[in-house]
């Protein structure tokens, strides 16, 4: 076997592991609005199970409805009513010889009043989490003994299910791990002050379950390495606390890292490598006997493998990874890697969370949508399908058309495949995105499509064709205003830039826009030696770029010295500068400017259409085409489309 470590039993307790997957939790808000397992649910841990985890560890579970409450619609274990549901979801992972934890969270200081009824938020210490902006109140001593029995009682519902163990979340910021940490416990009374009184409220948690379930029912400890924020817990700290975890009875730690406050070290965007935090996991390891699982930004099967192999950890927690590719444990044992579609870590996922819908997922439109995408119809009957463009949203049209027994021809005008994904691989950093066309274009070609670049087919080149369907992928174009000086030489688009049809250097650049698009190719530029400023005419920079996405690049923009004006508007261009305009005041400056860099947004390209709706009785226009958008929008338009095709 290839991957002879990733698929070696293990234990955890007295529990046998079919092999070393783990899917580590990971919100999801797909339970019902009572917090029973829902049949979405279901069908979406169940799906991972059939692709080969060996153990699912559910989203962060609730456990207080008072003031636990993490997202609206979270999988609870609160009250004796869920066991059955809870049940459902357990046979559904034993069947496929897979096993499941059950993780216990509470919010703590990390939630919002708005989710518990408008109540104050609370935690061991009246201390603000800066990125909720909520005072907390602290907890008294009676209800910390009673958040004691609760964990208990989820612990035991667990049991009821035949749920196989659970996991406490002491990471990320939670209620467990601010008792923990130092920076967010400054008690005075037992449950706080020195280590021992911090690591109080965990130790009753844990011996309470051991009494009530057993010795024998596995529990796993969710703990950062490092909270990655100043006064909080280090790693020398959290090596102290697993040795005593282990001291008292846990079966199992998982390693993490990060809070709220250091979130970019939870959930890493996309230039986060492989394994940049494996130390963490290692230095753990070593200090104690029980099995560690880390999740290290693992997305392909060979780094598992070495993971394991060099003794870094004992289970690998995937993640992101099987949000993406369902089997991507199956696919890795049956030596199928290049089918496996990656996580490009693009925080898609946690965006969608964090705005209050469910977990959804840009390179994969089945996650959490199991049972609405239950089977792709073989309807094809070998008609003929064409797809025009070859970016993401036609790629996935083409494989979805494919995989429904159509036969496929994709025109591309260019050379290569991948759109305006294939430019944006382009800026430093940005790899994953050429691992997800890689993907794609694997994918397709493996089905039989037949893939036609440097080719724009007419209409007549169509008509002789005679398709059954024809799917319109053409993508979007600049949007290019109408100023003084626009058309100027030394004026371009970011399509110029990012396909090299200049090239720039010791020059002093103007990119006018501070969307992501427009920070990713002033990092571009600035990495090749010039002096970049970003105008944009909102308040700030960035536009609605999610947080994390945003902090990455522009933490690195700031290192290269891009310097950044807001408020600002382009009124006109000549030869060496730029005339801008205060949106404050009116007041109207220059500034040096040999290039000019436009990043004002796209608009999409449609010119075929009408003529292709007039000679063709079914056109679907997908991706940006369809509305410009983001990888997610072209993947899911794309698939869609294409997998209601009759």
Not at 400 to 423: Q, T
């Amino acid at each position: 076997m290839k991957y002879e470590n990733l698929f070696k039993k293990g234990k955890i307790g007295k529990l046998e592991i079919k092999n070393r997957i783990v899917m580590p939790a990971m919100g999801t808000s797909l339970a019902t609005s009572t917090g029973e397992a829902s049949d979405e649910i279901i069908k979406y841990y169940e799906e991972r199970a059939k692709g080969g985890c060996g153990l699912i560890i559910t989203e962060i579970t609730r456990i207080d409805n008072e003031t636990g409450i993490g997202t609206p619609n979270q999988l609870c274990a609160t009250d004796a009513y869920q066991v059955p549901r809870l049940e459902k979801l357990a046979r559904a992972i034993h069947r496929h010889d897979s096993k499941i934890f059950l993780q216990l969270h509470h919010p703590g200081r990390q939630s919002h009043g708005e989710l518990i009824g408008g109540k104050q938020i609370v935690a061991p210490s009246s201390i603000t989490c800066k990125t909720i902006g909520e005072e907390p109140r602290e907890l008294t001593i009676k209800e910390v003994a009673e958040l004691v029995k609760k964990f208990i009682k989820g612990a035991k519902i667990a049991q009821m299910s035949g749920i196989d163990g659970v996991e406490l979340h002491a990471a990320h910021g939670y209620l467990i791990g601010q008792f923990i940490s130092p920076l967010t416990n400054i008690r005075t009374d037992k449950y706080g002050g020195d280590f021992k009184r911090r690591m109080n409220f965990i130790t009753e948690i844990i011996l309470g379950i051991k009494r009530v379930c057993g010795k024998d029912f596995p529990i796993s400890v969710r703990i950062d390495g490092d909270e990655f924020v100043e006064g909080g817990l280090t790693l020398e700290e959290s090596v102290k606390a697993c040795v005593y975890l282990e001291s008292i009875g846990v079966d199992a730690i998982n390693v993490s890292s990060g809070t709220y406050e250091s979130g970019v070290t939870i959930i890493e965007p996309i230039s986060y490598p492989q394994g940049w935090k494996r130390h963490l996991a290692q230095t753990i390891k070593d200090s104690i006997n029980i099995p560690v699982i880390a999740c290290d930004v693992i997305r392909k099967p060979d780094f598992a493998e070495k993971l394991i192999e060099e003794r870094n950890v004992d289970f690998v927690a995937i993640g992101r990874g099987l949000l993406a590719d369902a089997e991507w444990g199956k696919k890795a044992k049956e030596r199928r890697e290049k089918e496996i579609r990656p996580c490009i870590s693009c925080l898609y996922c946690i965006e969608q969370l964090s705005k209050g819908s469910c977990t959804k997922c840009a390179v994969n439109p089945r996650m959490g949508r199991e049972l609405e995408y239950n089977k792709i119809e073989k309807n094809g009957e070998g008609r003929l399908v064409v797809v025009i463009g070859g970016g993401p949203a036609g790629m996935e049209a083409a494989r979805i058309s494919a995989l429904k027994g159509f036969k496929v021809i994709l025109f591309e005008k260019k050379d290569v495949l991948g759109g305006s994904v294939y430019l944006g691989s382009k800026p430093p950093l940005k790899e994953k995105l050429n691992w997800l066309l890689d993907n794609m274009e694997y994918q397709i070609k493996e089905l039989g499509v037949e893939i036609r670049l440097n080719t724009s087919p007419t209409i007549k080149d169509l008509e002789e064709l005679n398709p059954y369907a024809v799917f319109l992928a053409t993508g979007a174009e600049s949007i290019v205003p109408n100023i003084p000086g626009i058309n100027k030489e030394n004026v371009y688009t970011v399509i110029d830039v990012l396909e090299e049809k200049i090239k720039i250097s010791n020059s002093n650049v103007v990119v006018i826009g501070s969307g992501l698009t427009g920070l990713e190719t002033a990092e571009y530029i600035a990495d090749k030696g010039n002096k970049v400023t970003v105008i944009e005419m909102l308040d700030k920079i960035g536009g609605d770029a999610y947080a994390s996405n945003l902090y990455d690049v522009t933490s690195r923009l700031k290192k290269y010295g891009v310097e950044f004006l807001t408020s600002t508007k382009l009124i006109g261009i000549e030869d060496e500068n730029i005339k801008v305009e205060s949106t404050i005041n009116g007041e109207v400056s220059t500034i040096k400017a040999d290039n000019v860099i436009l990043s004002l947004g796209v608009r999409s390209r449609r010119e075929l259409l009408d003529e292709l709706e007039e000679h063709f009785s079914i056109v679907k226009v997908v991706g940006d085409t369809y509305k410009p958008g983001r990888i997610a929008n072209a993947i899911h338009t794309g698939f869609e489309k294409a997998y209601v095709l009759e």
